[in-house]
């Protein structure tokens, strides 16, 4: 398992290789919230910056990465899909704190962050950028449930509509490009190539179903604040 680990060409979704992935994403998923919550404030927030740090140099390795092996081209390397600009949301709400930003990591980067580590399109090229796939999504959900259980961050009423409406706006500009381009960005050009029960139908229908999929994880997402009277009421 070890040898596999660094032979991508191995993995395949649900092996060896790809569970033992899942299972340390399970584990720091719970032990960074969990040992953050014990934190001072201001070891809180050196962690943070940690997070932060960690974030840009996935993504300085994962860019240098790609140059070393291949050219950079326009219709695969911009950072347009919904978890590269949540990614970058969620680094900037580890910095800022902003409620808006936190919202977005959460409803929206929990979940299709966690989808993606469990169905991901296995098209790495190389061990590298396997490795950094997996550290950029896991850093989403752990960005997500430390606002949550280290900031104590709670959606607001609306949020859901509010999110929902800015990935809609982002879909207008996304789909320009991916037609300057030639790109697939979003997914909005061609359906992706997973292993997964909720991404079905043909173009431009499943657009449609996993926006409507998408939508019923954001309410459940939401749904426990709901219960728990614990949804922010500030505006």
């Not at 879909?171 to 790109?183: K, N, S």
């Amino acid at each position: 398992m070890y040898i596999a680990l660094f032979m991508y060409q191995q993995v395949e979704q649900f092996d060896n290789t790809h569970l033992l992935t899942i299972f340390v994403c399970l584990l720091f998923f719970f032990l960074i919230p969990y040992l953050g919550k014990k934190l001072t404030k201001k070891n809180q927030h050196v962690v943070s910056i940690a997070l932060i740090s960690l974030g840009l140099i996935e993504e300085i390795t994962d860019y240098s990465n790609r140059m070393l092996v291949r050219d950079l081209n326009w219709f695969e390397d911009l950072p347009l899909n919904i978890c590269n600009y949540v990614y970058y949301i969620g680094l900037v709400y580890m910095w800022t704190k902003k409620q808006f930003l936190f919202e977005i990591t959460y409803l929206v980067g929990l979940g299709a962050a966690f989808i993606t580590i469990l169905t991901p399109e296995f098209r790495m090229i190389n061990t590298f950028e396997y490795v950094v796939f997996f550290i950029a999504h896991g850093l989403i959900v752990i960005f997500a449930l430390w606002g949550i259980f280290v900031d104590n961050k709670k959606p607001r009423k609306l949020s859901i509509v509010k999110v929902y409406g800015f990935l809609w706006i982002m879909a207008v500009p996304v789909g320009f490009i991916d037609w300057l381009t030639g790109g697939n960005y979003m997914f909005l050009m061609q359906r992706p190539e997973v292993s997964n029960p909720i991404v079905f139908g043909e173009w431009p229908w499943y657009i449609l179903n996993i926006s409507l999929v998408g939508l019923f994880i954001m309410s459940l997402a939401y749904l426990p604040f709901k219960l728990l009277n614990g949804v922010n009421t500030k505006p």
